[in-house]
């Protein structure tokens, strides 16, 4: 894949990992995902990301962490969030550091093609 389409996947269920890396490597995406956001601070350049796709709700750093501590570093990268535990107080903390999409666990596959299309800047599934 050409550089930029990398989709880094941030999720500390090894079975949503699992799931997202097969689904997007299906959807010919090259993908690097990481057990939590200091693996993946430790480990990959975050500039080459083309974009997130961030569990709000890690072991550590939150997704929401990670991402003001992204764009205090210069790094803007389209964002998904995703979380198993929605509400009103989370999905205002995710639009006010900046999110391509917020998708509530389980979501659709297609919501999932449409974000990143988005994140993209394409509109519709990849």
Do not use: Y
């Amino acid at each position: 894949m050409a550089s930029g389409r990398t989709i880094v996947v941030i999720d500390d269920d090894s079975s949503v990992l699992r799931s997202l890396e097969r689904l997007l490597k299906a959807h010919k995406f090259d993908v690097r995902s990481f057990k939590s956001a200091e693996a993946f601070l430790g480990s990959a350049n975050p500039w080459e990301a083309g974009c997130l796709v961030l569990d709000i709700n890690l072991s550590g750093m939150s997704g929401i962490e990670l991402r003001r501590k992204l764009t205090l570093s210069g790094i803007s990268v389209p964002v998904i969030f995703i979380t198993g535990k929605d509400s009103e107080i989370v999905r205002k903390a995710a639009v006010e550091v900046g999110c391509t999409a917020f998708l509530s666990k389980p979501f659709g596959v297609e919501q999932l093609t449409d974000a990143i299309g988005k994140a993209f800047g394409r509109a519709g599934r990849d």
